[in-house]
């Protein structure tokens, strides 16, 4: 049911022909109320694409009404005319709804770089088309026509009680967090203000896509954006909302990290015993992005030498020669040295458990990384041709 | 001839079969004075390993006689028993060359985790062996027995006024400053002090192996050594052995990523237009070590937009719609937006250069790094196997 699922929301996806295969690639998801509270995250990358730029604008008020997607480009460095592209894809869509183009976000992914005069027509053509087709039963093809490496669609949907959450996502390479190359997409019927709505939202993603962190390379156009319809009539408790919130982030963002590109394992990172929630994160990360140590995972070797070498090279707070390190389970590092043999480690399933002990503190944080594959370098030295 | 190309110096290498393949694991290089000047530079990883430790200790009073190198074993998170090989290490050359072991540098290198009973007494044998076989031609010897996954052994040589430097290295993966997983060992004929050459040394890793990042992991076992024999009876210019000394590290940096772990293109990243050096290195070392332009680069894909997508992720001066990006000559980007077709690009050659033109300021910056291979990762994948 994906962002249809809740009351108040149609949504369509469309063939825009942007992409080479002809596959879906225009989505727009629309906001029919009462209520058009909204708010959005969006990539730290301080080169940013024109469609971050304008929607950092449009969710200022807190009001959204709708949002159009596109998959085949990216629209990033393409200059002033890549911006009046997003300009008027947001022009064409409150025309055709009514609405104000302020109040419309606009999402690009795709090859960097790209966003002619070809690009913007077809955009153009494609959010008309999409708009054309907006149904309560859309959200799956929106959820497909936001793909791009993406083998799987990515939906989730949470029911509260009298409310509903739904959500989809697009990612599945250069995914880092601050965010990863991602695009999501979340609705809900509960009744929230914009202000509710905006610090939910950042709650939510600070636990879930922030702690997802697949090759390290961060992107310039990722984005999560939520819009609350009202339509439910219900005003849910705010824990429980968060809670239903972080259950789909969480989701969502387990779906993205199994379809990375080209893993083989999905590596669950485990840092308990630090001093402070801050190291523990640092210190997944690290081993997140340590190519020794992915590619290590990738050919079902219990590395556990260079998880320590990564965990050495942070500022987190912690002594080598305390250090407790168990991988699947079996616990080859105690107290910075060899325990178990690595031999005892299984490595064959898909899902890998690494936990860390920092034997410092009390703190700790969940990080979600794949395996370093010889698919993952195919398929990104490809990625453009 | 390596480190024996001063005179004062003699060095040996000799099979103690740390190694699995029986070829030379053991070197012993000695400074024969009149004076023992010494310094060295070791990696910042906090996770260090015991010769580390141990060899911190020993140039602090600026004084090295002898340095005693293995591979076939890291020597790392091995425990109070693996710090008492090191020390036994020391204490055996001590012992054998009528020195005092606490002016015996010792490095390892291989495996994390290696260093049981077994790897003690293979390497005390092999120290007793090699200093049984010194030579003052023994510096390709010497250089031999330090290779892991070395495919070719790495020497320089830079005769000045009536003196002399000579310099081995090893090096093929977890190559990234502060320093790579490296091991490097400088002699010099040259009369010096301890200070001169603790100063000329930190000045001259500063801009070569500090600005290699072959594939961002930082090693727990790097070292660079220099040690001054002062046989020449020469006192150098001081700019002149700086420019020397430089010259010899930048060699011996290049041969190390030439050989990097798997690579099939050597990348030259030089960023100008900076703010400060600083920018210009942490702009630099963002695009040495994201895996998607890496791969690009294996692809034969001039991706400039993973390139800007790196640099948006640094804190350094820029404005992304003002950069330009040439690769191997061709002008790519400019001013954040594609120029020349990426068609123009020939990256068959392993040799690539990459410019960045920050437009900001005046300062620049080298650092050198590889593509992310199939190899890299399968080499990296059995490298404990």
Redesign the interface.
């Known amino acids: 049911m994906s962002v249809t699922a809740p009351q108040g929301f149609e949504a369509a996806g469309v063939v825009a022909q942007l992409k080479s295969t002809g596959k879906p690639d225009v989505a727009v998801v629309v906001n029919r109320g009462p209520l058009h509270a909204g708010a959005a995250v969006f990539t730290s990358?301080?080169?940013?694409a024109n469609p971050i730029l304008w929607s950092e604008q449009v969710v200022q008020d807190g009001v959204v009404e709708a949002i159009v997607l596109n998959s085949g480009g990216?629209n990033?460095?393409?200059?002033a005319f890549g911006f009046q592209t997003t300009h008027a894809t947001a022009e064409k869509a409150a025309e055709l709804l009514g609405i104000s183009p302020g109040d419309v976000v606009v999402c690009s992914t795709g090859?960097?770089?790209t966003g002619d005069e070809v690009f913007r027509q077809k955009v153009l053509t494609g959010t008309a088309d999409a708009i054309a087709n907006l149904s309560a039963d859309g959200g799956q093809d929106a959820a497909e026509a936001i793909m791009t490496t993406d083998s799987v669609s990515k939906t989730s949907v949470y029911r509260g009680d009298g409310w509903t959450i739904g959500g989809m996502a697009k990612g599945a390479?250069?995914l880092a967090p601050g965010l990863a190359t991602m695009l999501v997409v979340i609705t809900t019927d509960a009744e929230l203000t914009s202000a509710e709505t905006d610090a939910h939202l950042r709650a939510a993603t600070r636990v879930s896509f922030d702690r997802l962190d697949s090759?390290?390379?961060?992107?310039?156009n990722d984005q999560v954006t939520l819009m609350a319809s009202g339509a439910s009539g219900a005003a849910p408790d705010p824990d429980e909302f968060r809670f239903g919130l972080i259950e789909v982030c969480t989701d969502l963002a387990a779906q993205l990290q199994r379809d990375a590109e080209g893993a083989s394992h999905d590596i669950t990172i485990q840092v308990v015993g630090a001093a402070t929630e801050d190291d523990a994160v640092e210190v997944g990360r690290s081993v997140a992005?340590?190519?020794?140590f992915k590619?290590?995972i990738?050919?079902n070797?219990p590395?556990?030498?260079?998880v320590?070498?990564?965990?050495?090279?942070?500022q987190a707070e912690f002594d080598?020669?305390a250090v407790d390190v168990e991988i699947n389970g079996v616990r080859v590092?105690s107290?910075?040295?060899?325990d178990r043999p690595?031999e005892e480690v299984d490595l064959a399933p898909r899902a890998v458990s690494l936990v860390i002990d920092l034997k410092v503190g009390t703190a700790s944080a969940v990080i979600l990384t794949n395996d370093?594959?010889?698919d993952?370098?195919?398929e990104?030295?490809?990625?453009?041709?």
Do not use: E
């Open positions: 990358n301080r080169a940013k990216a990033c460095f393409t200059g090859l960097i770089g390479g250069m090759d390290g390379c961060m992107s310039t992005r340590n190519n020794l590619a290590a990738f050919g070797d590395n556990w030498g260079r320590l070498a990564a965990i050495g090279t942070t080598p020669y590092c107290a910075g040295g060899p690595r370093l594959t010889h993952y370098v195919h990104n030295s490809a990625y453009s041709s």
